[in-house]
């Protein structure tokens, strides 16, 4: 298997998916019912719901969905079988299934299977541990197929090109084979679509526990060689009957991830047709981004992704006529600028931009053209590039610039919360509000917890709170907190109508406060209408210069002080009046939290609490924020202070939290990880199971599972619940249990997206060593904690290079943690020193046979322990190690916590470093040659540190003789270096022209100067001859060279020439 099976992720199951998918549809009708309000951007609401399916593209004839398959077929490696028999066919054939270390296994199979998890009716085929080889006959366009991933490793093979990766999600956006890859979903654990486009030759796709059904070939679209744009024609150019803007499609120069032709303009109301042309609709309008809402009068930003560096024009139709042309400030960018990546923009949108409806947007990119119209005029050069067009709403202006008022924050639109719908607001007085607080907004709020206020800053609706359930027929108890004595009015829907103009909603008209705590009473009407698990909503206004007030503010007059709105649940009945329980406050139904619906409570008992305290209520106290717990009781306290949440949530890691008990007992909690709206669906929501706590602060650990669905903005529930009577409880509270003594509290709590993953990688040359993730390349998945050196930097993918230097180029140099202090010598210790950020391990290979891989016997440092800071280490190397030493030896080094790593493949935290070894490259220029001789001689001479060849710890004539012989194998007098002391060496010498002519230090090797004295004399000639090494035999041939070599010779005296041969 490609991953150990501890690590496997658990198959969500269908009926949990569709429950959640239900609880949301549930929650998006009931936010739809109180209108939130919604600004930006691409998709815009107000629009007619589309087709996206192209025409044909879905026909039964070119699909493959495995109906005429026999019922839990299964087929191995070498097996072919050929689906559909109804229509288009292809041939599948089982072949090797690559893990995720690299390893190949060859027991996989495919099985059909009717378990859907593919998404799709009938039929589908089960993949694990195998690879499916899809071959249609033929090269095909592209293909679009179904899938469910539920194990972890996945293969996908298209043209010959393999990649293996966790999640199809992570390939969304890639290129592989030529062909561009579109995924829908695939973050893990779901179903979801794959969509390919491009010529495929070949396919293959396998994984572990991956469903794959509805395979459809894509129809070829007609030829087309340019980008159209998709915003709607007449009024707009996008047609090519009307100048439509257009570009020639140029592989390397696109906005976003791609881009894509079109064989004219593709109007849409949604301006989306660009996205549904051709065989599939891939979206290539993905490079503008909105940063910001377009507000009338305010500057606005937006992210434009460019392929490369180019220029950019843009329009917004801000007056709504129809025309990109009307004024200068709709053309929002002309000749821009853009870099490679991404290009964050800013514009100003005119405070007379038009408000009521949507409008368009376009943007042309190009590297051949710095100006260009909206249109596309004949006789104009057609330019590279891409158009994009963009669909935009325009937010009315800021009623309230200067920030003067205080608004409320109910859903607009049934109520009065926005400027524009007349939205109560005060302005503000610093000595007039309720509560401990009031903070100035530049309009309503509203949100659908009615926590707007609260969200857009400091938390200022604190003044109300209710002290008793609200009971149809029955006495209600509010606490009002005023910060100086004025008048109070108040208004609650009781009948759920949307309205606050009722008869019965006015609560409180005109209703004198005093400074500080007011306990004040209204009856709930019997008529009003219940609903535990449906909120409604109050509004609570409060002044010092006017007595009657309205929930609305339709008038220029606008008081001093605060308006507060508070959502709130009228109970049926009252289940514990005599307040003997403790209850929690998650929201009721879909948890259980009401005592209707088993909601947990334990009986008060005097010193069993969490936190510093615990109080009675007399049923659950659901809510949104899952605070219901905080507002009720004669005197407010806080008392679900027992849990505080130390790390965040994030899927696949430890959580640690911090339980507080007031004496010795049992914990039980859980937390929906799922957010299907339950803590019993699955053992992973239960994450303390009678566990002892002791009286004090616990500091606690958790599993986050992998398949946590993330909602960085939305937020989950979880519970907790403490006893000394029962150890084991459960998230609700059946009629037939016995009822513990204790606490349980509720918490809402967030789940983190995965932070994205940045990944260190080596630089060794690829293939022959593993350094791209092709190759399953060495790589650390970076913790900015622990690392080699003085710092480490992020690489998209192995940066192979022959010097070892690719991390370094592609970044910050952060290959500075290892540092070799004695040379490679055959048969000696090298000592070296490394550098660590923290205490670790570090494993660490050298190719002493200089044969491309590293072996199991070349590993110098098996997960030796290492401190942080500096570590000086040694390894020994083997006699017969580096057979060619004019070539680079290169070495791998991995720090880690864990230790045990291979050269390949990844790591979950640390960093790899690769270095290139060659012994006597003293200029570092990748060779051993005359100028490394010459660098010796001058560090022989001024007895520097660098030079030790031969690793004796000195700098010496021996280390000119290592280089010399062991080095480069060659003898003195070689001055070309070519193995060879000949003739053609003394030719070369003498050509110089500088033997004996009296200018010092003028000489090196090539010129003669074998002596390493600087100079070409007889001495150096001397030592050549006595190596007797010379070979005549090479004498050239042509008249030329032999004259010369005779005039050189006649010009030397017979003294000369005995010294040579050491004939004196």
């Not at 120069?253 to 660009?274: C, H, I, M």
């Not at 669909?391 to 639109?413: C, K, M, N, S, T």
């Not at 103009?501 to 400074?515: E, I, K, M, R, Y």
């Amino acid at each position: 298997m490609g991953k150990y099976a501890s690590q496997k992720r658990s198959k969500l199951s269908r009926s949990r998916q569709r429950g959640l998918g239900q609880g949301l549809q549930a929650l998006e009708d009931r936010k739809l019912m109180f209108g939130d309000a919604v600004s930006v951007i691409d998709p815009v609401m107000e629009l007619p719901v589309l087709d996206l399916t192209p025409v044909g593209a879905e026909a039964a004839d070119t699909c493959i969905d495995f109906e005429d398959m026999p019922p839990a077929g299964s087929y191995v490696v070498g097996d072919t079988f050929v689906a559909d028999n109804t229509g288009l066919q292809a041939k599948f054939t089982g072949e090797a299934f690559t893990w995720s270390s690299g390893g190949m296994t060859v027991g996989g199979a495919a099985t059909v299977s009717h378990a859907n998890l593919a998404a799709d009716a009938g039929q589908e085929i089960g993949v694990n541990n195998i690879l499916l080889n899809v071959d249609f006959g033929g090269a095909i366009p592209g293909v679009r197929l179904k899938f469910g991933e539920y194990g972890g490793n996945l293969n996908l093979e298209i043209n010959g090109t393999l990649l293996n990766f966790e999640d199809f999600h992570a390939i969304d956006g890639a290129v592989v084979g030529g062909v561009n890859v579109s995924v829908v979903n695939g973050f893990g654990n779901d179903a979801g679509e794959l969509t390919l486009v491009g010529t495929i030759n070949s396919l293959k796709i396998g994984g572990q526990e991956l469903w794959i059904d509805h395979i459809c070939v894509a129809d070829r679209p007609q030829e087309a060689r340019f980008d159209w744009g998709d915003a709607p024609d007449q009024p707009y150019p996008t047609l090519a009957v009307n100048q439509g803007a257009h570009h020639v499609i140029d592989p390397n120069v696109y906005l976003g991830k791609r881009v894509e032709a079109e064989p004219d303009g593709q109007p849409t109301a949604a301006s989306d047709g660009d996205d549904q042309n051709a065989g599939f609709n891939v979206d290539d309008e993905d490079g503008v981004t909105f940063i910001t809402p377009l507000i009338q009068g305010q500057m606005a930003q937006v992210e434009v992704v460019a392929s490369t560096d180019g220029w950019l024009n843009a329009w917004v139709d801000f007056d709504r006529d129809g025309s990109w042309t009307t004024s200068a400030a709709e053309n929002i960018f002309s000749a821009q600028p853009l870099v490679a990546g991404a290009n964050i923009l800013s514009f100003m949108v005119p405070a007379g931009a038009e408000t009521a409806k949507p409008t368009y947007t376009r943007w042309r990119f190009s590297t051949d053209a710095t100006k260009l119209p909206p249109a596309q005029p004949v006789g104009i050069p057609v330019p590279n590039g891409e158009v994009e067009d963009h669909l935009v709403r325009i937010e009315p202006g800021d009623p309230d610039p200067q920030r003067r008022y205080d608004w409320g924050d109910a859903p607009d639109q049934p109520y009065p919360t926005l400027a524009a719908n007349n939205g109560a607001h005060h302005w503000i007085d610093p000595d007039v509000f309720l509560g401990s607080t009031v903070e100035p907004e530049g309009d309503g709020q509203p949100t659908f917890a009615s926590d707007g206020d609260d969200v857009n800053g400091v938390d200022d609706e604190d003044g109300v709170r209710f002290l008793t359930p609200l009971i149809p027929g029955q006495v209600a108890t509010v606490e009002v907190l005023a910060s100086t004595p004025g008048w109070l009015n108040a208004w609650i829907d009781f009948d759920r109508d949307g309205s606050w103009l009722g008869g019965n909603d006015l609560v409180f008209s005109g209703q004198p406060l005093n400074a500080g705590a007011n306990l004040l009473s209204f009856l709930v009407p019997a008529s009003a209408k219940p609903g535990p698990n449906d909120p409604t909503y109050s509004r609570w206004r409060f002044s010092t210069t006017d007595k009657f007030l309205r929930p609305t503010q339709p008038g220029p007059a606008v008081p001093n002080g605060e308006v507060e709105d508070h959502l709130v649940f009228i109970q049926e009945t009252d289940p514990d009046p005599n307040g003997r329980f403790d209850w929690g406050d998650a929201p009721d139904l879909p948890y259980p939290t009401l005592a209707a619906h088993g909601g947990a409570f334990h009986l008060i008992e005097p010193g069993v609490h969490l936190g510093e305290r615990v109080e009675p209520e007399r049923d659950g106290q659901p809510s949104v924020a899952s605070d219901g717990d905080d507002q009720v009781s004669g005197v407010h306290f806080d008392d679900e202070d027992g849990v505080n949440f130390l790390t965040p949530l994030v899927p696949g890691a430890t959580a640690k939290v911090e339980v507080i008990a007031s004496v010795d007992g049992w914990l039980n909690a859980w937390i929906d990880f799922d957010r299907n709206g339950s803590w019993s669906s699955t053992p992973d929501d239960h994450i303390f199971a009678g566990e002892l706590l002791h009286a004090g602060s616990n500091i606690l650990t958790f599993n986050v599972p992998a398949s946590a669905v993330p909602g960085p903005n939305e937020a989950t529930y979880s519970r907790w619940r403490f006893s000394t009577t029962d150890r084991l409880l459960r998230p609700s509270q059946p009629a037939s249990d016995t009822i513990p003594n204790g606490e349980v509290e509720d918490h809402l709590v967030f789940i983190q997206d995965r932070p994205e993953e940045r990944w260190d990688f080596g630089d060794a040359p690829d293939r022959p060593y593993p350094t791209t993730l092709a190759s399953n390349g060495a790589r650390h998945l970076i913790n900015p904690q622990i690392y080699l050196g003085s710092r480490i930097d992020a690489e998209a993918d192995g940066q192979p290079s022959l010097a070892a230097l690719g991390d370094d180029a592609a970044g910050v140099d952060d290959e500075d943690g290892v540092k070799f202090l004695t040379p490679i010598v055959p048969g000696q210790e090298v000592k070296y020193a490394v550098n660590a950020s923290v205490d670790g391990k570090l494993d660490a290979w050298v190719d002493f046979n200089q044969n491309g891989t590293w072996e199991a016997t070349e590993q110098i440092a098996l997960s030796i322990p290492v401190a942080g800071g500096a570590n000086f280490l040694s390894f020994a190397v083997p006699a017969d190690a580096v057979p060619t030493p004019t070539r680079p030896v290169y070495s791998r080094f991995r720090f880690s916590t864990d230790g045990g790593l291979t050269p390949e493949g990844p790591a979950r935290n640390g960093e790899v470093e690769d270095y290139r070894s060659l012994n006597g490259d003293l200029n570092d220029d990748g060779k051993v040659n005359e100028f490394d001789i010459d660098l010796l001689c001058r560090a022989i001479h001024a007895g520097a540190e660098s030079g030790d060849l031969n690793g004796d710890g000195e700098v010496d004539e021996k280390d000119m003789d290592y280089l010399v012989h062991d080095i480069l194998r060659t003898v003195y007098g070689d001055a070309n270096l070519d193995g060879v002391f000949n003739s053609t060496d003394l030719i070369q010498i003498f050509r110089y022209g500088q033997y004996e002519d009296d200018i010092p230090n003028n000489s090196g090797w090539a010129q003669g100067d074998f002596d390493c004295d600087g100079d070409f004399t007889t001495g150096d000639l001397v030592k050549a001859m006595q190596s007797g090494a010379y070979s005549p035999t090479s004498l050239p041939a042509p008249a030329r060279s032999a004259d010369l070599l005779g005039a050189v010779l006649d010009s030397i005296d017979d003294d000369d020439l005995d010294d040579w041969f050491g004939l004196n």
